[in-house]
Protein backbone atom coordinates (compact mmCIF):
# COMPACT_ATOMS: atom_id res chain seq x y z
CA UNK A 1 0.00 0.00 0.00
CA UNK A 2 1.52 3.45 -1.43
CA UNK A 3 2.52 5.60 1.71
CA UNK A 4 0.61 9.14 1.34
CA UNK A 5 2.85 12.41 1.16
CA UNK A 6 2.73 13.51 3.97
CA UNK A 7 3.64 10.25 6.02
CA UNK A 8 6.34 9.87 3.40
CA UNK A 9 7.86 12.78 3.64
CA UNK A 10 7.99 12.65 7.16
CA UNK A 11 9.84 8.91 7.13
CA UNK A 12 12.33 10.54 4.58
CA UNK A 13 13.37 12.87 7.16
CA UNK A 14 13.41 10.62 9.73
CA UNK A 15 16.14 8.43 7.49
CA UNK A 16 17.87 11.66 6.96
CA UNK A 17 18.34 12.07 10.01
CA UNK A 18 19.82 9.20 11.32
CA UNK A 19 21.97 9.50 7.96
CA UNK A 20 22.90 12.61 9.20
CA UNK A 21 23.49 10.90 12.86
CA UNK A 22 25.68 8.16 12.01
CA UNK A 23 27.82 9.93 9.28
CA UNK A 24 28.57 12.25 12.44
CA UNK A 25 29.68 9.24 14.95
CA UNK A 26 31.44 7.89 11.83
CA UNK A 27 33.47 10.94 11.22
CA UNK A 28 33.95 11.54 14.79
CA UNK A 29 35.49 8.19 15.18
CA UNK A 30 37.94 7.72 12.07
CA UNK A 31 38.97 11.53 13.38
CA UNK A 32 39.28 10.46 16.28
CA UNK A 33 41.48 7.50 15.79
CA UNK A 34 43.53 9.10 12.94
CA UNK A 35 44.52 11.96 15.67
CA UNK A 36 47.97 11.41 17.07
CA UNK A 37 48.04 13.84 19.34
CA UNK A 38 47.63 14.40 23.07
CA UNK A 39 45.35 17.19 23.81
CA UNK A 40 45.48 16.42 27.69
CA UNK A 41 49.04 17.24 27.38
CA UNK A 42 49.27 20.20 25.09
CA UNK A 43 50.68 23.23 26.10
CA UNK A 44 50.43 27.25 24.76
CA UNK A 45 52.89 29.36 23.54
CA UNK A 46 50.94 31.94 25.45
CA UNK A 47 51.46 30.11 28.56
CA UNK A 48 55.82 30.14 28.08
CA UNK A 49 56.05 33.02 25.77
CA UNK A 50 58.53 34.51 28.74
CA UNK A 51 60.33 31.33 29.28
CA UNK A 52 60.85 31.16 25.80
CA UNK A 53 62.27 34.36 25.24
CA UNK A 54 64.50 34.44 28.36
CA UNK A 55 65.89 31.28 27.17
CA UNK A 56 66.60 32.48 23.25
CA UNK A 57 67.91 35.75 24.69
CA UNK A 58 70.16 34.32 27.44
CA UNK A 59 71.62 31.93 24.80
CA UNK A 60 72.53 34.56 22.77
CA UNK A 61 69.70 35.10 20.66
CA UNK A 62 68.81 38.08 18.40
CA UNK A 63 67.51 40.50 20.78
CA UNK A 64 65.13 42.09 18.13
CA UNK A 65 63.55 39.39 17.14
CA UNK A 66 60.00 38.68 18.08
CA UNK A 67 58.32 35.49 18.92
CA UNK A 68 55.39 34.69 17.42
CA UNK A 69 53.33 31.44 16.79
CA UNK A 70 53.54 30.01 13.14
CA UNK A 71 51.45 29.47 10.37
CA UNK A 72 50.78 26.17 9.80
CA UNK A 73 52.04 25.04 6.38
CA UNK A 74 51.02 22.49 4.09
CA UNK A 75 53.65 19.34 4.63
CA UNK A 76 53.19 16.83 2.00
CA UNK A 77 54.17 13.82 3.60
CA UNK A 78 53.47 10.67 2.74
CA UNK A 79 49.70 9.85 5.04
CA UNK A 80 48.57 6.31 6.46
CA UNK A 81 45.21 5.01 4.93
CA UNK A 82 43.23 5.70 7.81
CA UNK A 83 44.47 9.82 8.00
CA UNK A 84 43.72 10.16 3.86
CA UNK A 85 40.09 8.79 5.03
CA UNK A 86 39.84 11.37 7.84
CA UNK A 87 41.56 13.96 5.56
CA UNK A 88 43.32 14.76 8.30
CA UNK A 89 47.81 15.59 8.44
CA UNK A 90 47.51 17.91 5.21
CA UNK A 91 49.12 21.03 7.77
CA UNK A 92 51.72 20.94 10.62
CA UNK A 93 52.85 23.43 12.48
CA UNK A 94 56.53 23.94 12.54
CA UNK A 95 59.48 25.84 14.43
CA UNK A 96 61.65 28.11 12.01
CA UNK A 97 62.94 31.71 12.29
CA UNK A 98 63.07 34.88 10.20
CA UNK A 99 64.77 38.02 10.14
CA UNK A 100 61.94 39.66 11.99
CA UNK A 101 60.49 36.66 14.18
CA UNK A 102 61.15 33.14 15.56
CA UNK A 103 57.70 31.10 14.70
CA UNK A 104 56.40 28.28 17.04
CA UNK A 105 53.83 26.54 17.25
CA UNK A 106 50.87 28.12 19.30
CA UNK A 107 49.78 24.98 20.32
CA UNK A 108 52.38 21.95 21.16
CA UNK A 109 50.45 18.47 22.03
CA UNK A 110 53.07 15.77 19.85
CA UNK A 111 54.52 14.33 22.88
CA UNK A 112 52.23 12.06 25.66
CA UNK A 113 53.28 14.28 28.72
CA UNK A 114 53.25 17.90 29.12
CA UNK A 115 56.64 18.65 30.56
CA UNK A 116 58.22 16.81 27.26
CA UNK A 117 55.92 19.41 25.28
CA UNK A 118 57.00 22.52 27.35
CA UNK A 119 60.93 20.88 27.10
CA UNK A 120 60.08 21.15 23.15
CA UNK A 121 59.64 24.78 23.23
CA UNK A 122 62.48 25.62 25.09
CA UNK A 123 64.84 23.51 22.90
CA UNK A 124 63.51 25.13 19.92
CA UNK A 125 64.52 28.33 21.25
CA UNK A 126 67.57 27.49 22.08
CA UNK A 127 68.50 25.90 18.60
CA UNK A 128 67.18 28.96 17.30
CA UNK A 129 69.08 30.96 19.33
CA UNK A 130 72.56 29.34 17.27
CA UNK A 131 70.85 29.47 14.01
CA UNK A 132 73.04 31.78 11.64
CA UNK A 133 70.64 32.06 9.38
CA UNK A 134 72.25 30.17 7.22
CA UNK A 135 69.28 29.86 3.58
CA UNK A 136 68.28 25.65 4.01
CA UNK A 137 67.23 23.64 0.74
CA UNK A 138 65.50 20.02 1.09
CA UNK A 139 68.80 19.09 0.65
CA UNK A 140 71.46 20.39 3.56
CA UNK A 141 68.28 20.43 5.66
CA UNK A 142 69.38 17.50 7.89
CA UNK A 143 72.91 18.04 7.81
CA UNK A 144 72.03 21.35 8.71
CA UNK A 145 70.28 20.91 11.46
CA UNK A 146 72.43 18.32 13.10
CA UNK A 147 75.00 20.37 12.92
CA UNK A 148 73.23 23.71 14.39
CA UNK A 149 71.80 21.00 17.52
CA UNK A 150 75.63 19.76 17.63
CA UNK A 151 76.19 23.74 18.65
CA UNK A 152 74.13 24.13 20.93
CA UNK A 153 75.00 21.51 23.07
CA UNK A 154 78.44 22.29 22.41
CA UNK A 155 78.30 25.83 24.30
CA UNK A 156 75.55 24.28 26.52
CA UNK A 157 76.25 21.15 28.13
CA UNK A 158 73.64 21.34 30.64
CA UNK A 159 70.94 21.34 28.02
CA UNK A 160 71.83 17.81 26.75
CA UNK A 161 69.61 15.79 29.59
CA UNK A 162 66.48 17.58 27.78
CA UNK A 163 68.00 16.55 24.84
CA UNK A 164 68.17 13.37 25.02
CA UNK A 165 64.64 12.92 26.74
CA UNK A 166 63.41 14.88 23.56
CA UNK A 167 65.36 12.67 21.10
CA UNK A 168 63.27 9.17 22.82
CA UNK A 169 60.19 10.42 22.43
CA UNK A 170 60.08 11.89 19.08
CA UNK A 171 61.69 8.76 17.54
CA UNK A 172 58.77 7.15 19.75
CA UNK A 173 57.09 8.40 16.89
CA UNK A 174 58.95 8.39 13.44
CA UNK A 175 57.09 6.00 11.32
CA UNK A 176 57.35 2.14 11.26
CA UNK A 177 60.03 0.93 8.47
CA UNK A 178 57.73 -1.69 7.35
CA UNK A 179 55.24 -0.39 4.86
CA UNK A 180 57.90 2.26 3.53
CA UNK A 181 60.00 2.03 0.06
CA UNK A 182 64.15 1.31 0.22
CA UNK A 183 64.49 5.05 -0.47
CA UNK A 184 62.03 6.33 2.44
CA UNK A 185 63.79 3.61 4.46
CA UNK A 186 67.31 5.04 4.01
CA UNK A 187 66.31 8.70 4.62
CA UNK A 188 64.02 7.42 7.79
CA UNK A 189 67.57 5.54 8.90
CA UNK A 190 69.87 9.10 8.11
CA UNK A 191 67.08 11.38 10.57
CA UNK A 192 66.89 8.84 13.24
CA UNK A 193 70.99 8.83 13.36
CA UNK A 194 71.30 12.42 12.91
CA UNK A 195 69.12 12.77 15.56
CA UNK A 196 70.81 10.64 18.29
CA UNK A 197 73.80 11.54 17.34
CA UNK A 198 74.31 15.21 16.25
CA UNK A 199 78.31 14.89 16.02
CA UNK A 200 78.38 12.21 14.10
CA UNK A 201 78.82 12.93 10.18
CA UNK A 202 76.41 11.23 8.05
CA UNK A 203 75.83 11.68 4.49
CA UNK A 204 72.35 11.61 3.16
CA UNK A 205 72.07 11.53 -1.24
CA UNK A 206 68.10 10.30 -1.35
CA UNK A 207 66.83 13.28 0.09
CA UNK A 208 66.61 15.46 -3.73
CA UNK A 209 64.56 12.29 -5.10
CA UNK A 210 62.16 11.55 -2.41
CA UNK A 211 58.45 12.20 -3.57
CA UNK A 212 57.17 13.27 -0.21
CA UNK A 213 58.63 15.05 2.31
CA UNK A 214 59.71 12.84 5.56
CA UNK A 215 57.34 13.00 8.45
CA UNK A 216 57.70 15.84 10.99
CA UNK A 217 60.84 16.50 12.83
CA UNK A 218 59.17 18.10 15.64
CA UNK A 219 62.83 18.74 17.29
CA UNK A 220 64.23 20.82 13.81
CA UNK A 221 64.07 24.56 12.61
CA UNK A 222 62.36 23.66 8.89
CA UNK A 223 63.45 24.78 5.57
CA UNK A 224 61.12 27.28 3.42
CA UNK A 225 59.45 28.31 6.11
CA UNK A 226 55.49 29.86 4.77
CA UNK A 227 55.38 33.39 4.42
CA UNK A 228 53.43 35.47 7.03
CA UNK A 229 52.21 38.94 6.58
CA UNK A 230 49.39 41.28 6.40
CA UNK A 231 47.58 42.12 3.62
CA UNK A 232 49.08 45.30 1.90
CA UNK A 233 48.45 48.61 1.72
CA UNK A 234 45.70 50.29 -0.22
CA UNK A 235 45.99 53.51 -1.86
CA UNK A 236 42.63 54.78 -1.10
CA UNK A 237 42.80 58.30 1.49
CA UNK A 238 39.48 57.55 2.25
CA UNK A 239 38.12 54.44 4.77
CA UNK A 240 34.91 52.76 6.22
CA UNK A 241 34.89 53.54 9.51
CA UNK A 242 34.38 50.36 11.73
CA UNK A 243 32.63 51.84 14.58
CA UNK A 244 29.48 49.42 14.01
CA UNK A 245 29.44 45.94 15.17
CA UNK A 246 31.38 43.85 17.71
CA UNK A 247 34.78 43.12 17.70
CA UNK A 248 35.96 39.66 18.31
CA UNK A 249 39.87 38.61 18.73
CA UNK A 250 40.68 34.91 18.19
CA UNK A 251 41.01 32.50 20.32
CA UNK A 252 44.17 31.91 19.54
CA UNK A 253 46.23 34.76 18.21
CA UNK A 254 48.40 33.54 14.53
CA UNK A 255 49.48 35.54 11.84
CA UNK A 256 47.92 34.80 8.74
CA UNK A 257 49.33 34.65 5.09
CA UNK A 258 47.20 37.35 2.95
CA UNK A 259 46.64 38.96 -0.39
CA UNK A 260 44.61 41.55 -0.95
CA UNK A 261 41.59 41.13 -4.14
CA UNK A 262 39.41 43.54 -5.46
CA UNK A 263 35.49 43.22 -3.88
CA UNK A 264 33.59 40.63 -5.44
CA UNK A 265 30.55 42.05 -7.59
CA UNK A 266 28.39 40.08 -6.19
CA UNK A 267 26.75 39.16 -9.51
CA UNK A 268 28.19 35.89 -9.59
CA UNK A 269 27.28 33.11 -7.08
CA UNK A 270 28.65 29.75 -6.42
CA UNK A 271 26.14 27.69 -8.17
CA UNK A 272 27.08 29.35 -11.40
CA UNK A 273 30.78 28.73 -10.92
CA UNK A 274 32.78 25.32 -12.99
CA UNK A 275 33.17 23.62 -9.92
CA UNK A 276 35.59 21.28 -11.74
CA UNK A 277 37.60 24.49 -10.84
CA UNK A 278 37.28 24.48 -7.10
CA UNK A 279 39.82 22.27 -6.11
CA UNK A 280 40.76 23.18 -2.40
CA UNK A 281 39.51 25.99 0.35
CA UNK A 282 42.59 27.77 -0.57
CA UNK A 283 41.77 28.35 -4.30
CA UNK A 284 40.28 31.94 -4.40
CA UNK A 285 36.66 32.21 -5.68
CA UNK A 286 35.43 36.00 -6.62
CA UNK A 287 32.03 34.85 -4.25
CA UNK A 288 31.82 37.36 -0.99
CA UNK A 289 30.49 36.28 2.33
CA UNK A 290 27.44 37.94 3.50
CA UNK A 291 28.66 40.88 6.56
CA UNK A 292 25.04 41.17 7.77
CA UNK A 293 23.99 39.35 11.01
CA UNK A 294 24.50 35.69 10.06
CA UNK A 295 23.86 32.39 12.81
CA UNK A 296 27.08 30.95 11.02
CA UNK A 297 29.71 33.83 11.84
CA UNK A 298 30.95 32.50 14.76
CA UNK A 299 32.70 30.20 12.16
CA UNK A 300 34.30 32.44 10.49
CA UNK A 301 37.28 31.72 12.72
CA UNK A 302 37.89 28.46 12.21
CA UNK A 303 37.28 29.01 8.69
CA UNK A 304 40.42 30.88 8.77
CA UNK A 305 42.49 28.52 10.04
CA UNK A 306 41.68 25.92 7.53
CA UNK A 307 42.85 28.61 5.02
CA UNK A 308 47.04 28.80 3.23
CA UNK A 309 46.03 32.32 2.26
CA UNK A 310 43.32 34.66 3.09
CA UNK A 311 41.95 36.59 0.35
CA UNK A 312 41.26 40.36 1.57
CA UNK A 313 38.70 42.92 -0.01
CA UNK A 314 37.07 46.09 0.97
CA UNK A 315 33.15 46.65 0.42
CA UNK A 316 31.03 48.89 1.87
CA UNK A 317 29.08 47.31 4.58
CA UNK A 318 29.25 47.43 7.80
CA UNK A 319 29.43 43.91 9.96
CA UNK A 320 27.79 42.59 12.73
CA UNK A 321 30.88 41.12 13.55
CA UNK A 322 34.46 41.11 13.16
CA UNK A 323 37.41 39.11 13.59
CA UNK A 324 40.20 41.40 14.40
CA UNK A 325 44.10 40.14 12.00
CA UNK A 326 47.11 42.30 12.08
CA UNK A 327 45.95 44.93 9.66
CA UNK A 328 46.18 48.38 9.81
CA UNK A 329 44.50 51.52 8.03
CA UNK A 330 45.28 54.94 8.47
CA UNK A 331 42.71 57.96 8.58
CA UNK A 332 41.47 60.97 6.97
CA UNK A 333 44.11 64.24 6.89
CA UNK A 334 44.48 66.60 9.94
CA UNK A 335 44.40 70.39 9.15
CA UNK A 336 47.64 71.13 10.85
CA UNK A 337 49.65 73.95 9.47
CA UNK A 338 53.14 72.89 8.40
CA UNK A 339 56.10 75.09 9.69
CA UNK A 340 58.57 75.47 7.02
CA UNK A 341 59.58 72.83 3.74
CA UNK A 342 60.56 70.04 6.24
CA UNK A 343 63.18 68.55 8.01
CA UNK A 344 65.59 65.95 6.72
CA UNK A 345 66.50 63.15 8.70
CA UNK A 346 68.45 59.93 8.83
CA UNK A 347 67.26 56.72 9.28
CA UNK A 348 69.68 53.30 10.39
CA UNK A 349 69.25 50.57 8.36
CA UNK A 350 70.50 47.53 9.93
CA UNK A 351 71.03 45.38 7.22
CA UNK A 352 73.57 47.49 6.18
CA UNK A 353 74.78 48.59 9.58
CA UNK A 354 74.56 52.24 7.83
CA UNK A 355 73.20 55.55 8.99
CA UNK A 356 71.36 56.40 5.32
CA UNK A 357 71.52 60.17 5.21
CA UNK A 358 69.25 62.57 4.42
CA UNK A 359 66.67 59.39 4.22
CA UNK A 360 63.25 61.15 6.22
CA UNK A 361 61.71 64.50 5.26
CA UNK A 362 59.89 65.37 8.70
CA UNK A 363 57.21 68.14 8.80
CA UNK A 364 56.71 70.49 11.75
CA UNK A 365 53.26 71.43 12.07
CA UNK A 366 50.88 73.29 14.43
CA UNK A 367 47.46 73.44 15.08
CA UNK A 368 47.22 77.39 14.40
CA UNK A 369 42.93 77.29 14.30
CA UNK A 370 43.18 75.65 17.69
CA UNK A 371 40.49 77.36 19.60
CA UNK A 372 42.28 78.49 22.94
CA UNK A 373 40.73 76.69 25.94
CA UNK A 374 40.02 76.18 29.79
CA UNK A 375 41.10 73.27 31.41
CA UNK A 376 38.16 70.99 30.85
CA UNK A 377 35.96 70.91 33.84
CA UNK A 378 36.20 67.19 34.22
CA UNK A 379 40.18 67.30 34.75
CA UNK A 380 40.20 70.30 37.27
CA UNK A 381 39.89 68.40 40.80
CA UNK A 382 42.08 65.76 39.63
CA UNK A 383 44.66 68.82 38.39
CA UNK A 384 44.21 70.67 41.63
CA UNK A 385 45.19 67.79 43.53
CA UNK A 386 48.24 66.80 41.46
CA UNK A 387 49.55 70.63 41.29
CA UNK A 388 49.50 70.63 45.24
CA UNK A 389 51.73 66.95 44.93
CA UNK A 390 53.92 68.95 42.56
CA UNK A 391 54.63 71.95 44.82
CA UNK A 392 56.36 69.87 46.83
CA UNK A 393 58.89 69.03 44.49
CA UNK A 394 59.61 72.25 44.21
CA UNK A 395 63.09 73.35 46.72
CA UNK A 396 62.11 74.91 49.35
CA UNK A 397 64.50 78.32 50.63
CA UNK A 398 66.84 77.47 53.25
CA UNK A 399 70.31 78.93 54.69
CA UNK A 400 73.34 78.00 52.92
CA UNK A 401 76.26 78.38 55.60
CA UNK A 402 80.15 78.59 54.69
CA UNK A 403 79.30 80.83 51.78
CA UNK A 404 82.18 83.27 50.41
CA UNK A 405 79.75 86.03 49.64
CA UNK A 406 75.49 86.07 51.07
CA UNK A 407 73.61 88.85 53.14
CA UNK A 408 74.91 87.47 56.81
CA UNK A 409 77.69 86.26 58.80
CA UNK A 410 77.81 82.82 59.47
CA UNK A 411 78.68 82.74 62.83
CA UNK A 412 79.66 79.17 63.48
CA UNK A 413 82.06 79.23 60.41
CA UNK A 414 83.37 82.01 62.18
CA UNK A 415 83.91 80.78 65.58
CA UNK A 416 85.28 77.37 64.40
CA UNK A 417 88.16 79.52 62.15
CA UNK A 418 88.88 81.81 65.10
CA UNK A 419 89.46 78.18 67.08
CA UNK A 420 91.23 76.69 64.21
CA UNK A 421 93.60 79.99 63.99
CA UNK A 422 94.53 79.81 67.84
CA UNK A 423 95.42 76.11 67.19
CA UNK A 424 97.41 77.16 63.39
CA UNK A 425 95.29 75.23 61.66
CA UNK A 426 92.49 77.67 60.23
CA UNK A 427 92.42 77.57 56.44
CA UNK A 428 92.32 81.36 54.50
CA UNK A 429 89.91 80.04 52.07
CA UNK A 430 86.98 78.99 54.52
CA UNK A 431 83.79 80.75 53.68
CA UNK A 432 82.17 83.64 56.62
CA UNK A 433 78.73 84.06 55.39
CA UNK A 434 75.36 82.71 54.98
CA UNK A 435 72.39 82.73 52.39
CA UNK A 436 68.93 82.71 52.71
CA UNK A 437 67.42 80.95 49.25
CA UNK A 438 65.90 78.12 47.01
CA UNK A 439 67.14 75.39 46.08
CA UNK A 440 67.93 74.68 42.32
CA UNK A 441 65.85 72.28 40.01
CA UNK A 442 67.48 72.17 36.85
CA UNK A 443 65.55 70.15 34.70
CA UNK A 444 63.95 69.79 30.96
CA UNK A 445 61.35 67.15 29.59
CA UNK A 446 60.09 66.81 26.27
CA UNK A 447 57.07 64.93 25.89
CA UNK A 448 56.61 62.60 22.73
CA UNK A 449 53.11 61.21 22.04
CA UNK A 450 52.28 58.37 19.65
CA UNK A 451 49.09 60.23 17.51
CA UNK A 452 49.25 57.10 15.10
CA UNK A 453 46.17 55.81 13.54
CA UNK A 454 45.84 52.82 16.06
CA UNK A 455 45.11 55.38 18.75
CA UNK A 456 41.63 55.79 17.00
CA UNK A 457 40.96 52.40 19.19
CA UNK A 458 38.59 52.22 22.05
CA UNK A 459 39.74 51.31 25.42
CA UNK A 460 36.54 51.84 27.07
CA UNK A 461 32.99 51.91 26.36
CA UNK A 462 33.15 55.95 26.22
CA UNK A 463 36.69 56.30 25.46
CA UNK A 464 39.41 55.93 22.73
CA UNK A 465 43.04 55.89 23.12
CA UNK A 466 43.95 59.24 21.80
CA UNK A 467 41.38 60.48 24.24
CA UNK A 468 43.36 59.18 27.17
CA UNK A 469 46.16 60.67 25.80
CA UNK A 470 44.48 63.63 25.69
CA UNK A 471 43.73 63.92 29.04
CA UNK A 472 46.63 63.00 29.83
CA UNK A 473 48.96 65.55 28.37
CA UNK A 474 46.36 68.25 29.75
CA UNK A 475 46.86 66.80 33.71
CA UNK A 476 50.65 66.42 32.80
CA UNK A 477 51.04 69.73 31.51
CA UNK A 478 49.09 70.96 34.33
CA UNK A 479 51.37 69.29 37.24
CA UNK A 480 54.39 70.43 35.23
CA UNK A 481 53.41 73.85 35.89
CA UNK A 482 53.63 73.91 39.68
CA UNK A 483 57.22 72.79 39.38
CA UNK A 484 58.69 75.07 36.91
CA UNK A 485 60.48 72.51 35.44
CA UNK A 486 61.22 73.53 31.79
CA UNK A 487 58.73 71.53 29.53
CA UNK A 488 57.94 71.04 26.20
CA UNK A 489 55.27 68.83 24.15
CA UNK A 490 54.86 67.11 20.89
CA UNK A 491 52.45 64.60 18.80
CA UNK A 492 54.00 62.43 15.88
CA UNK A 493 52.69 60.08 13.61
CA UNK A 494 53.42 59.34 9.58
CA UNK A 495 52.97 58.07 6.31
CA UNK A 496 56.03 56.45 4.55
CA UNK A 497 59.45 57.93 5.29
CA UNK A 498 58.62 61.18 3.24
CA UNK A 499 55.73 62.33 5.04
CA UNK A 500 56.17 62.30 8.81
CA UNK A 501 53.92 64.74 10.76
CA UNK A 502 55.66 66.49 14.24
CA UNK A 503 52.70 68.15 15.68
CA UNK A 504 53.70 71.27 18.10
CA UNK A 505 51.52 71.32 21.16
CA UNK A 506 53.80 73.48 23.56
CA UNK A 507 57.42 74.28 22.73
CA UNK A 508 60.18 75.44 25.38
CA UNK A 509 59.74 78.91 25.27
CA UNK A 510 55.99 79.19 26.07
CA UNK A 511 54.54 79.27 29.26
CA UNK A 512 51.52 76.78 29.26
CA UNK A 513 48.07 78.67 28.77
CA UNK A 514 44.91 78.09 27.16
CA UNK A 515 46.49 77.97 23.90
CA UNK A 516 48.65 75.32 24.34
CA UNK A 517 45.55 73.50 26.01
CA UNK A 518 43.23 73.88 22.62
CA UNK A 519 46.77 72.76 20.82
CA UNK A 520 46.75 69.65 22.90
CA UNK A 521 42.27 69.45 22.79
CA UNK A 522 42.92 69.60 19.07
CA UNK A 523 45.29 66.35 18.39
CA UNK A 524 43.19 63.65 16.79
CA UNK A 525 44.55 60.22 15.27
CA UNK A 526 47.40 60.17 12.60
CA UNK A 527 48.79 57.56 10.62
CA UNK A 528 51.53 55.30 11.42
CA UNK A 529 54.32 55.27 13.57
CA UNK A 530 57.67 56.08 12.64
CA UNK A 531 59.32 56.63 15.58
CA UNK A 532 63.41 56.47 15.27
CA UNK A 533 62.77 60.28 12.83
CA UNK A 534 60.38 61.95 15.62
CA UNK A 535 63.13 60.24 18.30
CA UNK A 536 65.80 62.35 16.30
CA UNK A 537 63.92 65.61 16.01
CA UNK A 538 62.82 65.74 19.71
CA UNK A 539 66.49 64.59 20.80
CA UNK A 540 67.97 67.62 19.04
CA UNK A 541 65.21 70.17 19.99
CA UNK A 542 66.11 68.92 23.96
CA UNK A 543 69.83 68.81 24.18
CA UNK A 544 69.68 72.53 23.36
CA UNK A 545 67.88 73.25 26.59
CA UNK A 546 70.47 74.41 29.15
CA UNK A 547 69.16 71.81 31.74
CA UNK A 548 71.57 69.42 33.89
CA UNK A 549 68.88 66.92 33.80
CA UNK A 550 67.33 66.14 30.36
CA UNK A 551 64.27 64.06 30.24
CA UNK A 552 63.12 62.64 26.90
CA UNK A 553 59.39 60.79 27.52
CA UNK A 554 57.95 58.91 24.69
CA UNK A 555 54.09 58.49 25.33
CA UNK A 556 52.91 55.60 22.74
CA UNK A 557 49.82 52.59 22.61
CA UNK A 558 52.20 50.69 20.00
CA UNK A 559 55.71 49.67 18.43
CA UNK A 560 57.23 51.10 15.65
CA UNK A 561 55.53 50.85 12.05
CA UNK A 562 54.91 52.40 8.80
CA UNK A 563 53.14 50.96 5.28
CA UNK A 564 56.97 50.18 3.89
CA UNK A 565 59.64 48.20 5.44
CA UNK A 566 59.48 50.19 8.81
CA UNK A 567 57.07 47.51 9.80
CA UNK A 568 58.67 44.80 11.83
CA UNK A 569 62.41 44.53 13.00
CA UNK A 570 63.79 47.30 10.50
CA UNK A 571 61.67 50.16 12.54
CA UNK A 572 62.59 48.40 15.82
CA UNK A 573 66.14 48.86 15.04
CA UNK A 574 65.58 52.40 13.67
CA UNK A 575 64.15 53.24 17.00
CA UNK A 576 66.84 51.61 19.34
CA UNK A 577 69.89 53.36 16.98
CA UNK A 578 68.02 56.64 17.74
CA UNK A 579 67.80 55.91 21.98
CA UNK A 580 71.26 55.40 21.02
CA UNK A 581 72.40 58.51 19.65
CA UNK A 582 70.06 60.46 22.09
CA UNK A 583 71.73 58.92 25.31
CA UNK A 584 75.23 60.19 23.50
CA UNK A 585 73.44 63.65 23.36
CA UNK A 586 73.24 62.90 27.66
CA UNK A 587 69.78 62.18 27.09
CA UNK A 588 67.78 60.42 29.18
CA UNK A 589 64.74 58.35 27.29
CA UNK A 590 62.13 56.84 29.13
CA UNK A 591 59.18 54.93 27.36
CA UNK A 592 55.49 54.52 28.44
CA UNK A 593 53.50 52.50 26.96
CA UNK A 594 49.90 51.45 27.46
CA UNK A 595 50.79 48.24 24.71
CA UNK A 596 50.15 45.20 26.83
CA UNK A 597 52.67 43.33 24.68
CA UNK A 598 55.27 45.92 25.30
CA UNK A 599 57.54 43.36 27.10
CA UNK A 600 58.02 41.80 24.43
CA UNK A 601 60.14 44.71 22.31
CA UNK A 602 60.56 47.49 24.80
CA UNK A 603 63.38 45.49 26.70
CA UNK A 604 65.53 45.92 23.59
CA UNK A 605 64.75 49.24 22.62
CA UNK A 606 64.65 51.08 25.79
CA UNK A 607 66.54 48.84 28.09
CA UNK A 608 65.06 46.80 30.92
CA UNK A 609 64.80 49.82 33.11
CA UNK A 610 63.64 52.41 30.83
CA UNK A 611 59.81 51.60 30.27
CA UNK A 612 57.20 51.26 32.01
CA UNK A 613 53.74 49.47 31.04
CA UNK A 614 50.20 50.62 31.84
CA UNK A 615 48.23 47.81 32.16
CA UNK A 616 44.92 49.78 32.42
CA UNK A 617 44.89 52.75 29.95
CA UNK A 618 41.91 54.74 31.69
CA UNK A 619 44.54 54.99 34.40
CA UNK A 620 47.36 56.47 32.44
CA UNK A 621 46.51 60.62 33.03
CA UNK A 622 46.79 59.93 36.35
CA UNK A 623 49.92 57.40 36.54
CA UNK A 624 51.70 59.57 33.77
CA UNK A 625 52.26 62.61 36.24
CA UNK A 626 53.54 60.58 39.03
CA UNK A 627 55.83 58.40 37.13
CA UNK A 628 57.15 62.19 36.15
CA UNK A 629 58.14 62.72 39.70
CA UNK A 630 59.41 59.69 40.34
CA UNK A 631 62.08 59.77 37.47
CA UNK A 632 62.90 63.31 38.38
CA UNK A 633 62.73 63.63 42.54
Known amino acids: ?108 DVFPEQQLNRDLYLWLAALASGDAGIKQTQSNWIRYNQWLSYKVLTRFPGLLERYERLVIAQLALRPDHKGLKKQEVELEH ?40 TAPPTSQDEFISESEGETVDPEEERRYRAEQVEMPDGKDGLVLSRFENIFSWAEYIKVDRSTDEDEDLESAEDTAKDLDQLSVARDSQTTAKRIRFDLDLPSSENDDTPLGEGILLPEWDYRKSELVKDY ?52 DAYLDFISEQKQSQAFAEQGMYREFRGGIRDMACLLLADLSLSTDSYVSNHARVIDVIRDSLLLFSEALSATGDQFAMYGFSSRYRQHIRFHTLKTFSETHNN ?29 KQPASQQLLLLLTDGKPNDLDLYDGRYGIEDTRMALIE ?37 ELPRELPLLYARLTN
Not at 195 to 206: D, F, Q, R, Y
Request: aromatic share 8%; net charge positive; charged share 20%.
Open 1 to 108: MALKAPKFMQVLHQVVEIEEHVGFLWHRLITHTANQRYPHAAVYLDDVRRSVAVMFRALGGDGALKIESTVAAEYNTQRSLLQRVAGSHKHVELGWRNESSLNLPACI
Open 190 to 229: VIQNALANPGKVIECSVMEEQLYMPSPVYLWLHPSPPHCG
Open 360 to 411: CCLQPMVATEAEAIELPVALRSTAKRLRSQFEALVPSRMWFRGQKEGSEIDL
Open 515 to 543: ISRGRINAIKPGYYTRMGAAIRQASEILS
Open 582 to 618: ARRKGLQPFCVTVDEKGGDYLPYMFGAENFVVIRKPS
